[in-house]
């Protein structure tokens, strides 16, 4: 079953472009679905160790496998999206997303068991990470069809926001909605979140998925793997700091532990605001380039850093560094592949993202307890190094001819 409605790109009406509406009706949607995952993130592990009374290591891995189911569906989202369109894909998984959630909670029955309590819990899980996928991929597709490749980093730009803004509002709220409620209420609102984004986006046109010559995964792999490995170096600066510049700031003993983050977000928000078309009127790679030597700045400061006023700095340029490199380089690899093959282009390349971010706190924290803090950062910033890189190489990589 396809829908390949024919909406044109960029959508008109009586001369009047209704695309960039409609695709903020799309991020809306996205981060009222991301509140799903946003909200569950923080009480999950809880839930596991207080509620089933299970260890702190499988309260870990609930939360983990949703990311794992991520990045081994990127690539069918991507197949999905090319065939049938990111209307379809993204609709179904916000459904998911839905039925995902509603898993979790049947994990509460009491006729389970904590033991089979928990393998429902990470069975809803895994499922989750496959709405993920859909929803983010099928809104990347579904934008990019709608705007117009020209305006592709404008899209990664809004979808980011999207996600991270549901990040930063669904901690605080599943923190509250688990004290009030405990993990039934939050997994209640986690079911209706995606249903609201789904009726939002029931008047959005559909675009129709390109024909054209198909390739493995592997050769689009070929084509894009410098934009990918310049967006998962970057990732690493990015993790390291979500998950260490609390401690760090703890270890020094110095004060403004929590500002760290604050430092890092408005950064992060402030240019996704001001600079989200930035990448489509002077090219994406360009943009990347300069993101990474700012990012590259910001983690030197806070591991050199004497005190927690130049940390703090050095997390702000951080957060400037980091919010445009997926769009920058999510636009150059529209540029790399025909139309008919960008849904599986554009969910291999955010699977690096994924991956870096899946792998950057383990492997952290194991640096952190035989190095310490400051060297995480060293190495955050050294990735970031050699994301530049990376995206010094991808900008003198040719485009793909069109079709």
């Not at 024919?6 to 209704?18: H, I, K, Y």
């Not at 926001?161 to 004290?179: E, H, K, N």
Request: glycine share 16%.
């Amino acid at each position: 079953m396809s829908t390949r409605s024919t909406a044109s790109t960029p959508n008109q009406v009586g001369g009047a472009d209704r695309a960039p509406a409609q695709v903020l009706r799309l991020a809306f949607a996205l981060f009222l679905s991301y509140l799903a995952v946003a909200s569950a993130l923080p009480v999950v592990s809880t839930y596991t160790v207080h509620r089933l009374h299970l260890s702190n290591a499988m309260g870990g891995l609930a939360v983990g496998i949703a990311f794992f189911s991520t990045i081994l569906t990127r690539n069918y989202a991507g197949r999905l999206v090319d065939q049938h369109g990111g209307r379809y894909a993204m609709r179904r998984g916000l459904l998911i997303y839905s039925v995902a959630s509603l898993i979790c909670l049947l994990s509460l029955l009491p006729f389970f068991g904590a033991a089979i309590g928990f393998v429902v819990l990470l069975a809803g899980r895994l499922l989750l990470g496959v709405g993920e996928s859909l929803v983010v991929v099928g809104m990347l597709g579904w934008g990019i069809g709608l705007m117009g490749a020209p305006r592709s980093g404008k899209v990664m730009a809004w979808v980011g926001a999207g996600m991270y803004g549901a990040f930063a509002v669904g901690g605080p709220l599943g923190l509250g909605l688990y004290d009030a409620w405990g993990f039934a209420g939050v997994m209640a609102a986690a079911i209706l979140f995606p249903l609201l984004g789904l009726a939002l986006i029931q008047g959005v046109a559909g675009v129709t998925p390109q024909a054209g010559r198909r390739e493995s995964f592997w050769r689009i792999i070929g084509r894009i793997w410098r934009a990918g490995a310049a967006v998962g170096l970057q990732g690493v600066g990015f993790a390291a700091l979500g998950a260490f510049i609390s401690l760090y700031f703890q270890q020094k003993g110095w004060p403004y532990a929590g500002v760290g983050l604050t430092a890092f977000g408005v950064g992060f928000v402030l240019v996704r605001m001001v600079c989200g078309s930035l990448p489509d009127r002077i090219g994406g790679s360009r943009v990347a380039i300069v993101s990474l030597i700012v990012e590259a700045i910001g983690q030197f400061l806070i591991w050199s850093a004497p005190g927690p006023a130049l940390a703090l700095v050095g997390a702000l340029l951080t957060g400037l560094g980091c919010s445009m490199v997926f769009p920058g380089m999510g636009s150059e690899v529209v540029k790399q592949v025909p139309p008919q093959l960008r849904g599986t282009a554009v969910g291999g390349f955010a699977a690096f993202q994924d991956i870096a971010y899946g792998a950057t706190g383990p492997v952290a924290g194991v640096l952190a307890d035989h190095a310490g803090y400051a060297m995480v950062f060293l190495i955050g910033g050294i990735c970031a190094l050699l994301g530049l890189a990376a995206a010094i190489s991808a900008h003198r990589q040719p485009a793909a001819e069109s079709s």
